[in-house]
């Protein structure tokens, strides 16, 4: 049985939104994916697209950038709430591998 929704997941899914799409925070996640992408760290995200296709709303969501996990991620906050829906079967991740030293 999958649990839903609950508000509070839903509420800071929507801050966390709102402060990756505000255009200065979109701006500068988005170079610095851009940079983190052509350095020789790992990087990993979920992209506009399939975040679209989930939530009706085209962001990018870093998880690792530059081979550190985002800190929004490591937010006490987050840890027992579902920002993905349940009904939601797959997320398809994009990746950069990073370059050997």
């Not at 709303?57 to 937010?75: A, F, R, T």
Request: a neutral charge.
């Amino acid at each position: 049985m999958r649990r839903p929704v609950t508000p509070m997941s839903f509420c800071v899914l929507v801050l966390i939104c709102w402060t990756l799409t505000s255009p200065p925070a979109l701006v500068m996640a988005r170079r610095h994916l851009s940079q983190s992408q052509s350095q020789s760290q790992l990087a990993l995200w979920i992209d506009e697209k399939q975040v679209k296709a989930i939530y009706g709303m085209e962001i990018l969501i870093p998880i690792i950038q530059d081979g550190k996990v985002s800190p929004y991620l490591n937010n006490a906050i987050l840890t027992d709430q579902f920002i993905i829906p349940a009904e939601v079967d797959t997320v398809n991740l994009t990746w950069q591998a990073g370059q050997e030293s």
